[in-house]
């Protein structure tokens, strides 16, 4: 139960919270112009009044919000009292412009305040010198820690765990375990299991705290604890890692090196993070854009976007030369030339769809080799029945437009590029994820021109053999 003085601070921080926020979850232009104006004052007074009880995401939103040298004249005036965990909220580049401007004597003694695998977040975009100098100021048992997380690759659950745990040998009484909790300064602030070690550190087990709770503090911790069916290697991919917590419910999860050694836990609110950032990849890849932020600079966000641009200009050219294939045609019946982008179009847009889905269950592991087949056949299905469905509609206003035959022409070609678009939907990204390529990054040119190139094709090359022209 919340004692008076904790009812009283969560109702302000509501109260604060706002004031920080509109109905649309923005940060208040009143609330940033107030911010704004205590820094261009310098009044740190103010500053640390008003951002004491923010929670580390609203004050990463403010930071995203405010101007790069209001950011910089915050994190300055702030000093000691800036809560470094706001950097794990906000984007790449702007983390990136705040780190660099502090001296790793400040980021040194920040990061001993920070849970483990937020300052994994901080010290992995440094380089490898300032990680070093950052490291070497650390007490001897952090230092090791951050290092060994810091080992492992990019985006698995070694760089997502905490390294913060509680683990107990099998041969404890359950009161032992209590008094251990209860008097161990060291511990985490939060956790959820503890985990069940022999002398060599390899995972034996773990107990859920409701367990020890009720549970007879005679009881040894060998007859109480179960085997963790679930823990997750360091080494594996973090979306991998969020997966397996989604398919069985966890909570936290334990992180074992290649010997089954216990290295860290890796908790649910990291999942989620995970989760989000990978939805956000995908959304973005598909379009072509890599891992852009909205912070990013002009330069930046150009020289990421050109590589699939220059891609999607040469199937374009492709397309281009289809229909010159057919320029004698398109002279004669003009009519072609008005209807030509509804095939390509539509044709694009079922490809998109058809694509949208499967580079979905493809990250998601839904789609495997076990129902691609199944999968295929409905997605055949899909396109012959949009086919003939839109043929009709087309179809009628063509022939109602123009004349009869055309009609039938863009009918015909309707059918052939939406069956062909579902086709292509599904099993360009399949063929691509079974060579290794990333389907979220590669699959829209692809599929975009196979629509374009199958609907022109199909189109003017029905016109020319109907009208006998080429």
């Known amino acids: 139960m919340q004692q008076p003085e904790d009812r009283a601070s969560a109702s302000r921080q509501h109260e604060g919270n706002a004031d920080i926020y509109d109905e649309d979850g923005v940060i208040r232009a009143s609330f940033l112009a107030h911010i704004g104006a205590a820094i261009a004052d310098r009044d740190v007074l103010a500053l640390k009044k008003d951002l004491a009880?923010?929670?580390?995401?609203?004050?990463?939103?403010?930071?995203?919000?405010?101007?790069?040298?209001?950011r910089r004249a915050l994190v300055h005036l702030l000093g000691e009292d800036f809560d470094f965990a706001a950097l794990t909220e906000v984007d790449d580049s702007i983390r990136q412009e705040i780190v660099d401007q502090l001296p790793n004597a400040q980021i040194a003694q920040a990061v001993q305040e920070l849970d483990s695998d937020d300052a994994v977040y901080i010290l992995e975009d440094l380089d490898e010198d300032d990680q070093e100098e950052i490291l070497s100021q650390l007490p001897f048992t952090e230092r090791i820690r951050l290092r060994r997380a810091l080992d492992y690759p990019e985006e698995t659950a070694g760089r997502r765990m905490q390294t913060e745990f509680v683990a107990v040998p099998p041969f404890w009484t359950v009161g032992q375990?209590?008094?251990?909790?209860?008097?161990?300064?060291?511990?985490?602030?939060?956790?959820?299991?503890?985990?069940?070690?022999?002398?060599?550190?390899?995972?034996?087990?773990?107990?859920?705290?409701d367990m020890i709770l009720r549970t007879k503090r005679a009881e040894k911790i060998e007859d109480i604890m179960h085997e963790t069916r679930h823990a997750i290697p360091a080494t594996m991919d973090q979306e991998e890692a969020a997966q397996e917590f989604e398919q069985y419910d966890l909570l936290s999860a334990a992180v074992v090196d290649e010997n089954d050694r216990l290295v860290g836990v890796l908790t649910i609110d990291d999942v989620v993070d995970v989760i989000q950032q990978e939805a956000e990849e995908d959304i973005m890849r598909l379009g072509g854009v890599g891992d852009e932020e909205l912070s990013d600079s002009v330069l930046a966000t150009s020289r990421s976007r050109v590589p699939w641009l220059l891609v999607n200009l040469v199937t374009a050219f492709l397309a281009a030369s289809v229909i010159g294939?057919?320029?004698?045609t398109i002279e004669q019946i003009v009519a072609l030339a008005v209807l030509m982008p509804i095939v390509a179009g539509m044709g694009g847009n079922a490809g998109s769809q058809t694509m949208t889905v499967t580079v979905r269950a493809l990250a998601t592991k839904d789609l495997d080799i076990y129902n691609a087949g199944r999968i295929i056949r409905r997605e055949m299905g899909v396109g012959f029945i949009n086919g003939i469905i839109f043929a009709l509609l087309v179809g009628t206003v063509a022939g109602l437009w123009f004349e009869v035959h055309i009609g039938f022409i863009i009918a015909a070609a309707m059918i052939i590029n939406l069956f062909v678009a579902a086709l292509a939907g599904i099993l360009i990204p399949l063929l691509l994820d079974r060579f290794g390529a990333d389907p979220a990054v590669a699959s829209a040119v692809f599929v975009t021109a196979v629509t374009d190139v199958v609907g022109f094709f199909a189109f003017l090359g029905l016109a020319a053999w109907w009208f006998g022209v080429g």
């Open 53 to 70: 009880d923010l929670h580390q995401s609203e004050l990463g939103d403010l930071l995203e919000a405010l101007l790069p040298d209001q």
């Open 177 to 209: 375990t209590i008094d251990y909790l209860r008097e161990d300064q060291n511990l985490p602030d939060r956790f959820a299991q503890i985990f069940v070690i022999d002398p060599t550190f390899r995972l034996l087990g773990a107990i859920d705290l």
């Open 325 to 328: 294939l057919f320029d004698a």
